[in-house]
């Protein structure tokens, strides 16, 4: 078996993602490639040869694949799917863009979002929210998976020796372009890799209260800030802070949950994080049950005062 | 320009998916089914460019058994013009659903087709990917912000750590998240009228689509629970068990 991993980087850093992905390869078995590809992303591929269990790193460099859409990326692996038995990306916003496309124009079934390896063919996958877990055999000559980041504990950044070889990008289709890249500035951890998250929801009240509230938090702990669906509709917080099934799937050391009741659709979410501690003034939130530690209480004069206490 | 609105007819958002008890499968009998939400996103997008006289015609299309006529109604109620049901008692899956939609896609010439980033129940999120690819058409995934011109849109969509702008040509698959917009309810005058909207049916075999399943599902199982821990009085014990207990601060 040879197993095909397509890296999550930013041209600068590969992403943690990247580190647990491979994992899930090696749970699969057999050699491991690691395709990098983007725009001036030679740096990325270098530091990637180290990583732990990478035989061979596959180096795609073009402005297309920079500013063209899934369209581009998708041709670039098909390129190379013939050689491969299994096609891992990690389940993150990219991942699920293009590898569809991969797995229809070579006419295999794709399975999303893994969270275990039963077996090469057999994989184990949340469906419902989460609420369930199927277990699907694979009949496809060429596995197309993507892969849920947080179930696998990370390879080793070091280690590893792997040989670097160029590749050739896919010709610009022409289909699409961006036109506009609107990153959030900010200066903490990115939610999906970061050691402490602390999340807000609807108990919060108000954008100003959000961010009043739970930024000293934030900034005290070093974390990363995310927020319930319940918060993201009401406008307190952008989009990307929404953790839950079809938000962010979170596992960090520490997960705060301030004021967030606990629907199926956030636990989803971040029920894998290692320890859970809730803050919510209703005794019986749904979010006590998967919590560690709960804090019945009101958030507006316990968050300053763990605040300040920290 | 023709819309093509796929709908898919699932268990309902508010109810808890169950493994049967064999483990066969998800335990569906006797519960409430309704259109994918991200699906009714996408029918409420088609019908405001209908609205704003950017739309020509909605065509609703679900694949699936007799019972998403149902599913089909609803999408006429909220505005779909004709409906189409391609019946199948198969399971299916992705990659075969975007098959029998490049049929129709091929019969219709439609010149956008919208649909939900993902169904809740098995939340594959591939199918509107996989139709683009079988096209050879430009796609615009987890779309918040569709602007339609008349050779190329230009989609805002959700990517980590921000929003991204896409300009694609046309025609094209776009995806809806959830923030694009907030679906209309069906008003009781217009589910009577959805009635008498043109329903046609259709087989995987009329076509020429085999859907055969390639993955098999060997068992449903609840997933490992989380046990949950202690309540705590007051913050300075929390940071003591985080401290000496968790050992996270």
Known sequence: MTILVVAEHDNQHLKAATRHVLAAAQAIGGEIHLLVAGQHCA???????????????????????????AE??????????????????????SGKNWMPRVAALLDVAQVSDIVRVDAPDTFTRPIYAGSVWATVHSE???????VRATAFEAVAETGGSARLEKVDAAPDTGLSRRIHLALNDSSRPELESARVVVSGGRGLGSAERFSALLEPLADKLNAALGASRAAVDSGYVPNDYQVGQTGKIVAPDLYIAVGISGAIQHLAGMKASRVIVAINKDPDAPIFAVADYGLVGDLNQVVPALTSAL | MKVLVPVK???????????????SGVELSGLKMSMNPFDEIAMEAAIR????????????????????QETLRTALALGADRAILVETDEALQPLAVAKLLKVLVLREQPGLVICGKQAIDDDANQTGQMLA????WAQATFASRIELGSDRASVTREIDGGLETLSITLPAVITTDLRLNEPRYATLPNIMKAKKKPLET????????????RLTLLKVAEPPARQGGIKVNDVAELLDKLKNEAKVI
Do not use: W
């Open chain 2, 9 to 23: 007819r699932v268990l309902d958002y508010n109810i808890k998916a169950r493994p049967k008890a064999d483990g």
């Open chain 1, 72 to 93: 581009c990326m998708a041709d670039l692996v098909l390129s190379l799917a013939r050689n491969y038995t299994h096609l891992l990306a990690a389940a993150s916003a």
């Open chain 2, 202 to 213: 259709l087989t995987p075999a009329d076509l020429g689509v085999d859907v055969t399943s």
């Open chain 1, 140 to 146: 496809d000559a060429i596995k197309v998976i993507t």
């Open chain 2, 49 to 68: 460019f209908k609205e704003a006289g950017q739309a020509s015609e909605i065509i609703a299309i679900s694949c699936g058994t007799q019972a998403c």
């Open chain 1, 43 to 69: 740096a990325v591929a270098e530091s990637a040869r180290a990583l732990s269990g990478v035989g061979c790193v596959l180096l795609a460099e073009s402005d297309v694949l920079d500013s063209a859409g």
């Open chain 2, 133 to 136: 690819a079988l096209l050879g």
